[in-house]
């Protein structure tokens, strides 16, 4: 193996004096640039949506893959204002900062600015945001599937044709992509009818979907299945169906996954019946991996996809599972994504 002078330096410097210091020094010396002298990275993260269990997991697995890197994290968040958060992308950008992570909002808004800071030689990386952009990669849940593992419990508990209302807002890029699965399962199962169509993201989301879905329900007894593909939107219907009376009628699916939404999930004779998940904070850690390989020189792929999990209403009653450490220590594939994982990228410590 050919031997860089940098190395032989390190290894000189070492044996002249600092052979305490042996084995911090190799460590660092399997580490590319820049991550061989950490403490001068500076990375951002550009927030749409900080709303809600999810996205405080989230958060948590960006702090912890970042703390774990040695990197210098900026949290800019946006609290759903779509030009407030271009306006945050050019605030990175004025910074300096090595690496961006995009986490939500709306292509129209983002397209731009993700585009300003490829043009400053930033890395970028967009998590559940299009930004249109080959050079910037594209972390995902594999939405698809995430909505196709719960329409597909849905079949499975209720049979082939029921009456549904289905939680939506168009433009959030993780919601249109589930959005194509929930089409093509009402054309595959013609007896799923779409009886009502609703949803909104405005603060607090949950009541704010609950305000809405009250007047679906009243208007809509006959409703048997709630898709509401995200957990708030769930933890919304759930609050309407309860108060309506209609929890033994009504079964609600949905997907992503919180120790909020596990206590919901398992009250007694609960509507929400199953969920489709990522664990939220290895979705975090992985974005920051796939931004750390940019910055490497590396290549994570134009799609980085976290693999879902199916969690139902049985499983965490059988398994008696009470929060999110204990659904990661009974699922395994649920506490860590071997995604985005090169040999020298040093991973959070596990409990």
Known sequence: MEISRRLLGKMAAALAGATMLLPAAAMTQDKPAPFDNPGDVEIALVRYLSTGDFFQAYLSGVEAQAKALGVNLRVLDSRQDAALQADMVDQAIALGVDGIIIQHGLTESM????????????????????????????????????????LEQAIADNGESWKAGYVYVAGIAPLDRRDETWREFKEKYAGIEEVAMFGTLDNPIANSVANQARSVVTA?????????????????????????????????????????????????????????ATNPAVVGEVSVRALAMLLAGEEPGKSVIVPPTLITQKALNDGDIKNMEELAQKLPQFAHADVAVPAWMPLPPRD
């Open 111 to 150: 397209k731009e600015a993700a585009q300003r800071a490829v043009d400053a030689g930033i890395k970028v990386v967009a998590f559940d945001v299009n930004v249109e952009n080959e050079a910037i990669p594209q972390i995902e849940q594999s939405d698809r599937d995430l909505a196709r593992l719960a």
């Open 220 to 276: 809509n007894p006959d409703i048997q299945v709630m898709f509401a593909p995200y957990d708030e939107f769930a933890k919304g219907v759930k609050i309407a169906v309860d108060e309506a009376g209609l929890s033994d009628s009504v079964k609600i699916y949905s997907a992503d996954v919180s120790t909020a939404d596990i206590s919901a999930m398992r009250e007694p004779g609960s509507a929400w019946v199953a969920t489709a």
